[in-house]
């Protein structure tokens, strides 16, 4: 009997289907219908509000999404994944989930493997949003939403069958309402384009970016949880704005140097991705497509790198931004002649194939590029789906297999140790990276020597092998030059970032393979109630015991003593009396990212500060309020003058563009005034901490007997670090490096050296200056690149100078980078207790004054 149908072509259940879809798609609102205005509409930024409403609308409207709420941000929002596939797909989501961790971490025979390959799904990862500023990609998450739920073409409904999309509409959503209600409030004056006169993260700004293996941040570790624990994507697409002026967009491949840790086929994997999204903008004919210039494939901690590192393919883009939703007209006369690297900008070349010659450019140019490249990869997903599960498992078995061969077998880390806390912190970071971590049951020799039971260890035979060797080995930056005797070229990022030398954790390198009884280490938590202190954790105690009004004291060599806890005589003969310390720090109005991993620091060690801006530091109320000021890196100049009223900032390429100007109340900075204060304070007895350049105020501004010796220069002219650790050598009698190894490690980004400027009999009293660290006589390097290190070799990298009543701590590096340096934290926070402490009298009585 033949099936009916209607004129002949269409058959009645497929026509039934096809109805049934036609009335669901009705119901589904569009993301004008839901806005009021089409998103990438000049002059229009939708918030927070405006983008978890539509998805939790089309999650009510369609069973092709299901959302769902991984997290929660810094300041509270809600978190949000939305899962987009097909409603049968949907139904199994918890069986796909189970099926493709099996497979990323190799758990499966290979019968069963070959299976799954074929059975499985796809998981593609994009995100929107990770830098606020750049406002594109979350405006274009309604598009690519929308046509996931609604397209009936046959390429969206072969993407929804082979492919499950995990799409996070907003990834940073505090800053999201910060960007998008500061530039509300701007436009249409003649502040349209002025910056956000703060950072657009609680704490990390830009660099929330940069946060991948250290997982400081609460939105770090809920995605690296989606990521290593829960679903293991094969394609992980970052999208950020923007790219080297012309071009439109940036797409991989990635430039050298390449690090040797990530394997090679996903790198090529990655270049093979690149080459789909190349080639649909080709067949779009849409211009100014850029690869291998800028973004290299060296670095480990961004959210595109690390995953490499996983197994994962992980993707950046940076599609061209002018500034906010204000659109720029481009002319032929507004583009430079060549890139960065000397390439022409207005010819074809192999990685620069169509050249953009000018024109509008605005958010809806941007989102139109943006859905190319998600659907390149969407697609390339889809018709591949079966190749990337089965190299998910392939990778994961051949670096259990290589972990078994050796070198190295195992990392081994003592269980007791100089800074035993920080050691259980590092491993519970690879933890939340999906390290695996073993305990030894009993005593067994290993690399040569005996361990006893507790021992840990971590084997190289496990999936995430090549995550794990990286973070525990020194990097080798490569000398790339152009030519025979070019200037070497500068990492993306940081050269070097060994966790356990930045951690100041003891880990033991095995080659080959031991016989141990080992059993999970489980979930390992952060030590709690120490008061060594060689640990830095003691500080989180001891801020606890003064917050609850217990009696604190430390003794002459630093060690912490506690009223109860220490004998009486103990208590009796400290040298110092400790309270809770009054602690300040300068906020400018300007986006200052080590100002926000130094509030960081202080939050995370419980210690309360004050925020001060420019007003308040002009104002000098604050001058008898408080212990101790930091100054986090920022130039003198910034310092003194932030931006000028009537200054532009930034720069906007296109001729017609109006000027970026900040508003009034948040222009300049303290001044003459400002500074003035910062003076009076530290001469009637206050402690001022500066960090790197900061240091260049007191030094100027104060007659300190300190003259810088080197700076880093990245212009090659003399000492320069690009981000590597160095060996540091420390005085371990001085207060401010109590807890500190005399031979230790400091991360250096840029970088100051010091001479002292007196002659050795003069060098007392109120100008009195002393040598905290060094830089390493020798050897200096431990991790990284740097050149012109015999500029800086012996000299002062860490300062204490009295200054009246009063002392300057100066900081030739960045302690507290990133809040990843835990081996250095000590520095400061001595520093800032100190500046509380009062010197204990014969018989145990505080002697009243300041130290």
């Known amino acids: 009997m033949r099936t009916p149908t209607i004129r002949g072509i269409v058959p009645a259940f497929a026509l039934a289907s096809l109805l049934s879809a036609q009335v669901l798609l009705a119901q589904v609102p569009s993301p004008r ?94 995100d929107s949003g990770l830098h606020a500023s750049e406002v594109a990609p979350v405006q274009h998450s309604f598009d690519l939403a929308y046509r996931m739920v609604t397209g009936e073409d046959e390429e969206t409904r ?133 690869s291998y210039h800028g973004y290299d494939a060296w670095w480990n901690g961004g959210l595109r790198t690390a995953p490499k590192f996983h197994n994962m393919h992980g993707i950046l883009t940076e599609t061209a931004l002018h500034s906010y939703a204000t659109p720029g007209e481009y002319t032929l006369s507004d583009l430079p002649e060549r890139f960065g690297n000397g390439m022409p900008t207005k010819e074809s070349s192999i990685f620069y194939s169509m050249p953009w010659l000018g024109g509008k ?15 390149a990869i969407l697609e390339l997903a889809a018709t ?60 067994f020799q290993a690399g040569g020597k005996s361990w006893p039971a507790g021992t840990y260890v971590m084997r190289a035979a496990q999936p995430f092998r090549n995550y794990l060797v990286d973070l525990m080995e020194k990097q080798d930056y490569p000398e790339l030059r152009t030519g025979q005797s070019g200037p070497t070229k500068k990492p993306y990022d940081v050269a070097g970032w060994t966790l356990p030398l930045n951690m100041g954790v003891e880990v033991h390198r095995v080659e080959e393979g031991f016989e141990a009884s080992l059993e999970s280490a489980g979930a390992l938590e952060a030590t709690v109630g120490s008061t060594d202190y060689r640990h830095t954790a003691s500080f989180r105690t001891i801020a606890e015991m003064l917050s609850a009004g217990k009696r604190v004291r430390r003794s002459g060599k630093g060690e912490w003593l506690v009223h109860g806890q220490a004998s009486e005589s103990e208590f009796a003969g400290a040298a110092y009396d400790v309270r809770a310390p009054r602690v300040a720090i300068y906020d400018p109005y300007v986006s200052n990212m080590d100002a926000g991993w130094t509030q960081f620091v202080l939050d995370d060690f419980r210690v309360p ?17 408080f212990d101790v000021l930091l100054l986090a890196d920022q130039s003198m100049t910034s310092i003194l003058h932030g931006v000028r009223p009537g200054q532009p900032t930034g720069t906007l390429r296109a001729a017609k563009s109006i000027p970026a100007l900040q508003r009034e109340e948040f222009t300049g900075g303290i001044g003459l005034q400002g500074a003035g204060h910062i003076a009076a304070f530290v001469r009637g007895g206050g402690t001022l901490i500066a960090f790197d350049s900061a240091t260049d105020l007191p030094l100027q501004m104060f007659p300190l007997p300190l003259r810088v010796s080197a700076r880093s220069d990245d212009n090659g002219n003399g000492y320069y670090s690009p981000g590597s650790i160095i060996r540091i050598q420390v005085d371990t009698a001085n207060p401010i490096a109590w807890g500190v190894p005399e031979n230790a490690y400091a991360f250096a980004s840029g970088g100051m050296a010091w001479d002292v400027s007196l002659l050795r009999e003069f060098n007392k009293d109120e100008q009195e200056v002393r040598s905290v660290a060094r830089y390493a006589r020798r050897d200096l390097l431990a991790s990284g690149w740097i ?13 204490e100078a009295r200054f009246g009543k009063g002392r300057v701590v100066m900081f030739g590096f960045r302690p507290q980078f990133r809040a990843q340096t835990v081996g250095t934290f000590k520095f400061v926070l001595n520093a800032i207790y100190q500046s509380a402490a009062t010197p204990v009298q014969a018989g145990g009585v505080p002697s009243g004054g300041k130290e």
Do not use: C
Not at 98 to 113: D, P
């Open 609 to 625: 500060f004050t925020k001060l801006n420019n007003s308040a530091m002009v104002a000098g109320g604050w001058v008898k309020q």
């Open 158 to 290: 072969r993407i929804r069958d082979r492919v499950i999309l995990l799409q996070v509409p907003v990834i940073n959503p505090d800053g999201l309402d910060w960007i998008a209600h500061w530039y509300r409030r701007n436009v249409g004056t003649p502040y349209e384009l002025a910056p956000l006169p703060h950072l657009y993260h609680q704490y990390a700004g830009h660099d929330n970016n940069r946060d991948w293996f250290m997982m400081n941040l609460v939105e770090t570790r809920h995605v690296s949880r989606m990521f290593y624990e829960e679903w293991f994507p094969h394609i992980i697409y970052n999208q950020h704005q923007s790219p080297a002026f012309p071009a439109r967009i940036f797409v991989p491949p990635y430039a050298e140097p390449l690090n040797p840790n990530i394997p090679p086929s996903v790198l090529e994997g990655v270049s093979i991705i690149g080459a789909a999204m190349r080639e649909r903008f080709a067949r779009e004919g849409k211009t100014g497509v850029l």
């Open 384 to 443: 591949r789906s079966d190749y990337f599960l089965w190299k998910a498992y392939e990778l994961a078995r051949a670096a259990v297999e290589k972990g078994n061969r050796g070198g190295p077998y195992a990392y081994v880390v003592p269980a007791q140790q100089w800074d035993a806390p920080a050691a259980m912190d590092m491993m519970r970071r690879l933890q939340l990276a999906g390290v695996q971590v073993e305990r030894a049951k009993s005593p």
């Open 787 to 799: 050149s012109g290190e015999r500029a800086v070799l012996g000299k002062t990298i860490l300062a």
């Open 33 to 126: 219908e839901h806005l009021g205005y089409t998103p990438g509409d000049d002059y229009k930024l939708a918030d927070y509000a405006d983008v978890s409403g539509y998805f939790r609308k089309l999650a009510q409207t369609s069973p092709r999404i299901k959302l769902e709420e991984f997290g929660k941000s810094a300041n509270g929002k809600p978190m949000l994944v939305a899962y987009l596939s097909s409603e049968e797909n949907l139904k199994q989501l918890e069986h796909w989930k189970a099926l493709n961790r099996k497979m990323a971490l190799g758990q499966a025979t290979e019968e069963e493997a070959r299976r799954m390959s074929r059975e499985g799904k796809a998981i593609v990862w994009i």
């Open 361 to 375: 450019w605005g958010i809806r140019q941007a989102i139109d590029y943006m859905l190319t490249a998600d659907f």
